[in-house]
């Protein structure tokens, strides 16, 4: 850290709607500016003293000074230190993209001859990088579905590095008892890493519950307005550091600083845009649930969803994610995509839009998944034929649910 800069101070038990705004910032000491400043230079000074100047300062990356952009910029590193203070961990790095940061920490921590075992249903860029990429440079890979505790235990072998996850899994909803699989990972010796996305750290805290690292894309709630992409990592410093040093450096997808201040703005009302989100989504969810085109919904805060005892559990609020299944649901995509005016038939979620598509089950498992047996079984248990992924944004909840009504209704 540049002597010139100085992190506002937090009283330690800040709580985290206050952590969400001022962890890490810096007030401008040439203005005194409280938000953030866009710093977009690509280098900055070295002084006598940085750590730049001894033969191991490049050993933590994070104390180093801002000598260039790729490693560390003064504005990503703001954001940098306040997802670590709202998701409870010592240190995250930031990354162009939410797959950068997921491809960074793969490539970190597995090499050829080691094992990694991975949520069965997963975002398809993560299912995709794992199963189709990683074994041509000699890892093996086991896909499990991780609501099933037995199957992740029993896939675990000598070499197994990691097990990643996510909670809630994208597409279907499905919700990982977090502090039971850490407890199993910790007991063999093996790192566990869990995407968030769909949670953020308004519902969950994984890092809490004994997981290693978190996965942000803060492409979806996290920034929220969706306008910017972006990812992150994290956990401990020295995994952190790693990771850093590995795919911030070499794989070079560094977040522009830029995107870095619009998702700092963002983050400012993560915590209400999440509790609004989930208040409407629980209100939409049941409105579904009583509509007579719509055959399942699936949602953690809803009674009826099989896991809705962890979800409590697990789970702060519910989120902004919902799925509904219809029957035909090709012509229910193209009513919904003609006939919506509040909701956007549209791919990505999170954002204060809200957004619905329809994620065919067909064509996800012959692009995606490749599902058989008894996992093939226990995804169309939830998805059907097609399910519906509906991203709750911040309108009015009755327009919503007027817009999903009249569009539903033939
Ligand atoms: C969107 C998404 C990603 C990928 O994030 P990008 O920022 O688009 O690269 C990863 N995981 C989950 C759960 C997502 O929804």
């Known amino acids: 850290?540049?002597?010139?800069?100085?992190?506002?101070?937090?009283?330690?038990?800040?709580?985290?709607?206050?952590?969400?705004?001022?962890?890490?910032?810096?007030?401008?000491?040439?203005?005194?500016?409280?938000?953030?400043n866009i710093s977009m230079s690509v280098n900055n000074v070295l002084m006598p003293g940085d750590g730049a100047f001894s033969a191991d300062g490049v050993e933590d990356l994070a104390a180093l000074p801002y000598l260039y952009a790729r490693w560390t910029n003064p504005t990503v590193r703001q954001l940098e230190q306040r997802l670590a203070s709202i998701e409870g961990g010592e240190d995250a790095l930031a990354s162009a993209t939410g797959m950068a940061a997921i491809a960074g920490m793969l490539l970190t921590l597995l090499k050829a001859g080691d094992h990694l075992i991975v949520s069965d249903v997963c975002y398809a860029g993560a299912a995709e990088l794992t199963q189709r990429v990683l074994p041509d440079f000699g890892v093996e890979v086991t896909a499990v579905n991780m609501a099933r505790l037995d199957l992740v235990e029993a896939a675990i072998r000598p070499n197994t590095r990691l097990i990643h996850c996510e909670s809630p899994v994208n597409p279907i909803l499905r919700i990982v008892d977090l502090k039971a699989l850490s407890a199993i990972a910790a007991r063999h010796g093996v790192l566990t890493s869990v995407d968030s996305t769909f949670a953020t750290p308004v519902a969950t805290r994984p890092l809490s519950l004994g997981v290693d690292l978190v996965i942000h894309s803060l492409t979806k709630f996290i920034n929220g307005h969706g306008d910017a992409l972006g990812g992150a990592v994290i956990g401990r410093k020295e995994l952190v550091a790693q990771i850093r040093g590995r795919a911030g450096v070499y794989l070079g997808a560094a977040l522009s600083a830029h995107s870095a201040w619009l998702i700092m703005r963002g983050i400012d009302t993560l915590y209400p845009r999440m509790r609004m989100a989930s208040e409407t989504a629980l209100a939409v969810a049941e409105f579904l649930e009583s509509h007579p085109q719509v055959e399942r919904v699936i949602y953690p805060g809803l009674a009826s969803h099989p896991q809705h005892a962890l979800a409590r559990r697990q789970m702060d609020v519910f989120g902004g994610m919902i799925g509904f299944r219809t029957r035909d649901p090709k012509a229910t995509a193209s009513r919904l995509a003609e006939?919506?005016?509040?909701?956007?038939?549209?791919?990505?979620?999170?954002h204060q839009r809200s957004l619905v598509v329809l994620m065919d089950t067909e064509e996800m498992m012959a692009s995606t998944y490749r599902l058989t047996g008894e996992a093939l079984a226990d995804y169309r248990a939830y998805a059907g034929d097609g399910l519906f992924r509906l991203s709750i944004g911040l309108e009015t909840p009755a327009d919503i649910i007027a817009d999903l009504d009249q569009a539903l209704t033939p």
Do not use: Q
Not at 18 to 36: H, K, M, S, Y
Not at 339 to 350: E, K
């Open 1 to 36: 850290m540049s002597k010139s800069f100085v992190t506002h101070p937090l009283p330690s038990n800040a709580g985290p709607e206050t952590r969400a705004l001022d962890a890490g910032l810096v007030i401008d000491p040439a203005t005194g500016a409280i938000a953030p």
């Open 339 to 350: 006939l919506l005016r509040v909701v956007h038939y549209a791919f990505s979620l999170g």
